[in-house]
């Protein structure tokens, strides 16, 4: 799923198909799922449909980053919705959970990492008010990863 959904938000910015999913790229995308869910610090949640059908995801917890402190920070590590489920509201209750879950942590930011290339992402995030914070690290196609900023309000609701 986070393969295929990546493919349709990075390759409209110009990411390579290949780079994308690419025998290297999707071992890259399986290590690193195969380590957040091996850990009990990374929680995944899935949306689906009333028929059990998956439509997205989203993994958070600590900060990947040294300089960023779990007890002020919670990242939101990988989010995908498929295309099909686009404008149905999907990402937008997969990002309340992750408010609640950081507000229920006691973080005062939520933080994530952006492809440049991902414009659909970039506009998703600023409407729920993510901001750029100046920090980026190496990405694909010779970008940088964008890392943006959110206020948490610890006045969000409880986790159900």
Do not use: N
Not at 15 to 30: F, H
Not at 105 to 131: F, I, K, N, S, T
């Amino acid at each position: 799923m986070h393969t295929r959904t990546r493919t349709a938000y990075c390759a409209a910015g110009g990411v390579s198909e290949q780079e994308l999913t690419g025998p290297a790229a999707r071992a890259r995308r399986r290590d690193a799922w195969a380590r957040g869910l091996a850990t009990s610090t990374v929680t995944t949640w899935c949306a689906e449909r009333l028929d059990g059908t998956v439509t997205g995801l989203l993994a958070a917890g600590p900060p990947h980053r040294k300089e960023l402190h779990a007890a002020t920070y919670h990242e939101l590590h990988r989010t995908a919705v498929w295309p099909h489920a686009w404008g149905q509201g999907v990402g937008g209750a997969l990002h309340q959970e992750f408010i609640v879950r950081a507000a229920a942590a006691g973080c005062a930011e939520g933080v994530l990492e952006c492809c440049p290339a991902d414009a659909r992402a970039r506009r998703c995030h600023a409407r729920r008010g993510w901001r750029p914070d100046g920090a980026h690290r190496p990405g694909p196609s010779g970008s940088d990863y964008l890392r943006l900023r959110l206020a948490i309000d610890p006045s969000a609701p409880q986790p159900r």
